[in-house]
């Protein structure tokens, strides 16, 4: 069986809606947080699969978090190896980094649902299921264009959402595997100077998360399906 692993940098960033269209398409999962003390000697290029949840810290905060470097480095193997990989926020930020590009904080933080604006070129990929569909976004770091890729999506904020080199590496910026997860209630819990700061009123955003959130996941769904179908 094919093998996907997840690594978790907090515990309430999870894979959430992803892990079904992941299992559906043959893959036995499982999971490490980068607290573990066998996280250190993973070779990240085994797996069948890799995906890398967000977390609250930022790429460039290194003396704070020394396991990035680490990662980072390890990371860089599996590109190199052009692996099937899958970031979502900051785990699609550890992929710009791995691939040389600078990671920097963002104008504003952007946190509430809306949808991206999909490029022309990626209209007929995968992300067309999430064209016109509001997706979380919880972000206040973006990153330079990393050479080689293809970028997929922007909002006014960010003009860096999305993207991908070849068939096999895809990194999205936003949240459309969250809608359905109870641990979204941690995040508002773990981060309200995000919400806040975001001008965002704290009740809007849960009422947002009950009406769009399924209708997000469920385009998350298919645009994740999609692409693991397409893979090399």
Same mark, same amino acid.
């Given at each position: 069986?094919?093998?996907?692993?997840?690594?978790?940098?907090?515990?309430?960033?999870?894979?959430?809606? =992803?892990?079904?269209?992941?299992?559906?398409?043959?893959?036995?999962?499982?999971?490490?947080?980068?607290?573990?003390?066998?996280? *250190?000697? +993973?070779?990240?290029?085994?797996?069948?699969?890799?995906? /890398?949840?967000?977390?609250? /810290?930022?790429? =460039?905060?290194?003396?704070?978090?020394?396991?990035?470097?680490?990662?980072?480095?390890? +990371?860089?193997?599996?590109?190199?190896?052009?692996?099937?990989?899958?970031?979502?926020?900051?785990?699609?930020?550890?992929?710009?980094?791995?691939?040389?590009?600078?990671?920097?904080?963002?104008?504003?933080?952007?946190?509430?649902?809306?949808?991206?604006?999909?490029? *022309?070129?990626?209209?007929?990929?995968?992300?067309?299921?999430?064209?016109?569909?509001?997706?979380?976004?919880?972000?206040?770091?973006?990153?330079?264009?990393?050479?080689?890729?293809? +970028?997929?999506?922007?909002?006014?904020?960010?003009?860096?959402?999305?993207?991908?080199?070849?068939?096999?590496?895809?990194?999205?910026?936003?949240?459309?595997? /969250?809608?359905?997860?109870?641990?979204?209630?941690?995040?508002?819990?773990?981060?309200?100077?995000?919400?806040?700061?975001?001008?965002?009123?704290?009740?809007?955003?849960?009422?947002?998360?009950?009406?769009?959130?399924?209708?997000?996941? *469920?385009?998350?769904? *298919? /645009?994740?399906?999609?692409?693991?179908?397409?893979?090399?």
């Amino acid at each position: 069986m094919k093998t996907a692993l997840i690594i978790r940098h907090v515990p309430h960033e999870g894979v959430a809606g =992803y892990r079904q269209p992941i299992e559906d398409a043959g893959y036995a999962v499982s999971r490490i947080d980068v607290a573990d003390p066998q996280f *250190a000697s +993973l070779d990240l290029r085994e797996p069948d699969l890799l995906i /890398m949840m967000g977390g609250p /810290m930022g790429v =460039y905060e290194q003396d704070r978090h020394p396991w990035i470097a680490c990662q980072l480095r390890r +990371l860089a193997l599996r590109l190199e190896a052009d692996r099937p990989t899958l970031g979502v926020c900051f785990g699609a930020q550890m992929m710009a980094s791995a691939l040389g590009a600078r990671v920097y904080p963002g104008p504003a933080k952007e946190v509430g649902f809306h949808p991206v604006e999909i490029h *022309a070129q990626a209209a007929a990929g995968p992300l067309r299921h999430v064209a016109g569909v509001p997706v979380l976004h919880w972000h206040g770091d973006t990153f330079t264009r990393p050479e080689g890729v293809e +970028l997929l999506a922007s909002t006014a904020l960010y003009a860096h959402q999305a993207f991908r080199r070849g068939r096999n590496l895809l990194a999205l910026q936003f949240h459309a595997e /969250m809608g359905e997860d109870p641990r979204f209630e941690e995040w508002m819990e773990q981060w309200p100077e995000a919400v806040v700061e975001a001008g965002r009123c704290p009740q809007a955003l849960r009422r947002a998360h009950e009406t769009l959130g399924p209708a997000a996941v *469920a385009a998350g769904r *298919a /645009m994740i399906a999609e692409w693991l179908e397409g893979l090399a």
